[in-house]
């Protein structure tokens, strides 16, 4: 569970929906059909956005959460190391 919500929700079904690993999920997810809607519209080749979907499939094992929360606490947001772990 995210310890910037724990304190605001306590059903477990609610909390699991504001965890880390979700958030990060949710985030993969987003760049998933991000890169198949670019693909539909011929910004990006579609073997890259089913590479991206390929990558993406296991791509959350992959990340490393403690680096992703003082990298978003340095950056001010999440965006780019999110996206510099998922490459």
Known sequence: ???L????FYQKDVTDIF???SLVTYMIQVEVALAQAQAQV???PQNAAN?????AEHALDRFDFS???VA???AGNI???FVKQLT
Do not use: H, K
């Open 19 to 21: 965890s880390d690993s």
């Open 1 to 3: 569970m995210s310890q």
């Open 42 to 44: 011929g910004v990006i």
């Open 51 to 55: 590479t991206i979907a390929q990558v």
């Open 5 to 8: 919500y724990a304190s605001l």
């Open 67 to 69: 680096a992703l929360a």
């Open 79 to 81: 965006a780019i190391p």
């Open 72 to 74: 978003t606490g340095l």
